[in-house]
């Protein structure tokens, strides 16, 4: 369900298994269809840094750090879900920032700071591995800290405020059957997983590969999502008592950022 795992971490989480009666999880509370509400979503408060300054475009807010050129050309990284980035100064107070991997792009963002330098705008168009329909975002951020001297207005420290989304990266479907949970989105990402901790395969994600689910109760169920055998990303999902909404309490392990989603269930 949770789609900050692209948008804010460009973006944006074991118990032993607990099994529960095939008859039970045929109605389970998390089948049907899931829309993001942004309104009632809380965003990770740990600040994200970068400056592009003479030429060179820093961010530690990575893991890896990111320490590459701001001539426009394609830069290679390690340890993202990309493989390159190109950044560029658009002027005095913008930057475009490009990520690809195998030279397909996958996200393309404009970072625009406000005439006062208090508020960073960015936009971005996130292009899914399946070749879906592009889903498009919009972050503001405040200002914490100040930039190297002579560094684009860009630069800085800066804590997320808000996230606008389009409804294509904020729809997710369940589907249960047996002891097994379906989830798929628009964008072309699903997979397959029984209920029981042990890995199984994703598809159409750049981000992870494997995920593996565990039953906590009726109403929980803990999502972990690995790439290459490494643990990304952690999201406990909970469904409310009226079957209404679901609250996704996601930790980034690479960053150890953690967002709170709640998610009305159409």
Known sequence: MNKLKRLVTYPL???PALFAP?????????DG??????????????????????GIYDSPSYN???????DGTDQPVMGQFWDSISVREVDPKSIAVTGKKAGK???EQIRTVSDDGNTLTSKQAFHPETGNEVMNSEATYTRLGTGPAGANGTSGSWRMNALKMSENARATTYKSAGDELSMSDPTGESYTAKLDGKDYPVKGAYSYNVVSLTRINERTIVETDKRDGKVVYVSRMTV??????M???????RTGR???SVADKQ
């Open 258 to 260: 953690t967002s709170t």
């Open 13 to 15: 989480f074991l118990m």
């Open 247 to 253: 609250t996704v309490v996601f930790t980034d392990k």
């Open 240 to 245: 409310s008592p009226d079957g209404k909404k």
């Open 105 to 107: 792009i996958i996200y």
């Open 33 to 54: 269809t899931w829309l993001t509400n942004e309104g009632q979503s809380k965003l990770s408060q740990q600040p994200y840094v970068f400056s592009v300054n003479k």
């Open 64 to 70: 890896p750090k990111i320490h590459v050129k701001a």
């Open 22 to 30: 095939a008859s039970l999880l045929a109605q389970s509370p998390f």
